[in-house]
């Protein structure tokens, strides 16, 4: 059952470093999203892609924070010279050619 | 007007007991409303989706009022593992696109 796959699924770092999310969709969906919620809040939308495309960033913060979806391989989505409030959870979802979207197990980013 | 709007609850029901969970959205254009449950510090799964006709899924029963613009979710005869918080979510457009989620109302069943 190759659901959607997130890795790592914990990420400890330092104030400053990069932070390197994955998320791999599942087998069939061309469509991904990230999602990030913060302690106690709801989900709020970041980004979606499709293969190589980024479709809509709306959501996403202008700087520091990049995503991708190459032709091979899994999404990534990165953090430059992360600060403490970048801590958050991280979830990735896809949809194939319905509108349903399945999540993966999420990052839990800790920012020290 | 926060575009989806639910009670955070908490709702503490004794097992056996019926409750029901409402959800606002603001956006008239809205295409698409599910459920989703989400249990603590996991990934929101997808519960059910919500047609304008009703759907029913076992214990659980889904409403749209498109009219009010309201959602609601009824769960019968609870379980212990019923206990989670229950997500209103909310596609703004039709097709792949972003969802938009409400905040949650945590369900806790008490034996």
């Known amino acids: 059952n190759a659901g959607v796959m997130q890795n790592p699924r914990h990420l400890v770092r330092r104030r400053g470093q990069e932070a390197r999310l994955r998320c791999s969709p599942m087998k069939g969906h061309s469509h991904v999203y990230w999602y990030r919620q913060l302690p106690e809040e709801g989900l709020k939308f970041m980004v979606y892609?499709?293969?190589?495309?980024?479709?809509?960033e709306s959501g996403m913060p202008k700087e520091r924070f990049s995503a991708e979806f190459p032709k091979e391989g899994p999404s990534i989505l990165r953090i430059q010279q992360v600060v403490r409030g970048d801590s958050a959870a991280y979830f990735c979802?896809?949809?194939?050619?319905?509108?349903?979207?399945?999540f993966g197990p999420g990052t839990r980013l800790t920012v020290l | 007007r926060k575009e989806v709007e639910q009670d955070p609850g908490p709702f503490n029901v004794p097992e056996g007991a019926t409750v029901a969970f409402n959800c606002t959205y603001s956006n008239s254009a809205s295409q698409s409303f599910f459920w989703y449950r989400q249990d603590c510090r996991k990934e929101p799964k997808l519960l059910m989706s919500v047609y304008s006709s009703g759907n029913e899924d076992g214990r659980f029963t889904a409403q749209l009022n498109r009219a009010s613009q309201y959602i609601s979710l009824l769960i019968r005869d609870s379980k212990l593992s019923d206990s989670a918080t229950y997500l209103c979510v909310v596609n703004m457009r039709s097709g792949n696109t972003p969802l938009v989620f409400g905040k949650g109302t945590r369900l806790s069943v008490i034996a």
């Open positions: 892609l499709q293969k190589e495309n980024i479709i809509d």
């Open positions: 979802a896809s949809s194939g050619s319905t509108d349903t979207q399945y």
